[in-house]
């Protein structure tokens, strides 16, 4: 018996939550690709999304990280990694539903620091004090990513193969996600 994505599953979450991390161990599991929009809108601007930040601002970047979620929609199925932002858009959320299914990888406060703390390729995060702006970004955020499909809690204590393994478990539950073949 093997498992078969019948449609895209979008990883959505704060940075730090382990939406790349988990999926690719996922894809790996589902034998389907992985793909991270923020990497393909690197590849297509031929820059960073702090370059691009920087440069052409966040509405700009917005704008641009809709247009590439759209087209890998619209691709084959997959697992996909969107930044920390992308979900916050309405026109995002309700396009992700339509046709994917989005996964909240949600991590408390304490395990983001832990992990975004010695990055400095997190533009949002180069503040004066880059805890308290996490704080106020993780705030503001939670009670949209709980729009999600699916929710699943992330620990300090799993490693990224169990949360690989919760995130299969979350999307088998529902019927239109995965297809159980013989």
Same mark, same amino acid.
């Not at 590849?43 to 691009?52: H, L, V």
């Not at 991590?107 to 949002?124: C, E, F, G, I, Y």
């Not at 990513?145 to 999307?171: C, F, G, P, T």
């Given at each position: 018996?093997?498992?078969?994505?019948?449609?895209?599953?979008?990883?959505?979450?704060?940075?730090?939550?382990?939406?790349?991390?988990?999926?690719?161990?996922l894809?790996?599991?589902?034998?389907?690709?992985?793909?991270?929009? $923020?990497?393909?809108?690197?590849?297509?601007?031929?820059?960073?999304?702090?370059?691009?930040?920087?440069?052409?601002?966040? /509405?700009?970047?917005?704008?641009?990280?809709?247009?590439?979620?759209?087209?890998?929609? $619209?691709?084959?199925?997959?697992?996909?990694?969107?930044?920390?932002?992308?979900?916050?858009?309405?026109?995002?959320?309700?396009?992700?539903?339509?046709?994917?299914?989005?996964?909240?990888?949600? /991590?408390?406060l304490?395990?983001?620091?832990?992990?975004?703390?010695?990055?400095?390729?997190?533009?949002?995060?180069?503040?004066?004090?880059?805890? /308290?702006?996490?704080?106020?970004?993780?705030?503001?955020?939670?009670?949209?990513? /709980?729009?999600? $499909?699916? &929710?699943?809690?992330?620990?300090a204590?799993?490693?990224?193969? &169990?949360?690989?393994?919760?995130?299969?478990?979350?999307?088998?539950?529902?019927? $239109?996600?995965?297809?159980?073949?013989?």
């Amino acid at each position: 018996m093997s498992e078969q994505l019948r449609k895209t599953v979008v990883l959505v979450g704060m940075m730090g939550a382990g939406k790349t991390a988990v999926g690719k161990a996922l894809a790996a599991k589902l034998g389907v690709p992985f793909i991270d929009s $923020d990497a393909e809108i690197e590849r297509a601007a031929n820059m960073s999304i702090a370059e691009i930040f920087a440069r052409d601002g966040e /509405a700009f970047f917005r704008k641009k990280e809709t247009q590439v979620i759209e087209r890998l929609l $619209d691709g084959g199925r997959c697992i996909l990694s969107t930044g920390g932002g992308a979900f916050l858009a309405q026109n995002n959320r309700e396009m992700i539903s339509e046709r994917g299914v989005s996964v909240w990888l949600n /991590a408390d406060l304490d395990l983001l620091w832990s992990r975004v703390r010695h990055k400095q390729t997190r533009p949002l995060l180069r503040t004066a004090n880059p805890y /308290a702006t996490l704080s106020e970004i993780f705030e503001a955020r939670v009670p949209i990513y /709980a729009q999600a $499909d699916i &929710e699943v809690h992330a620990d300090a204590a799993y490693s990224i193969e &169990e949360m690989a393994n919760r995130v299969l478990r979350a999307i088998s539950a529902r019927h $239109d996600v995965l297809e159980t073949t013989e």
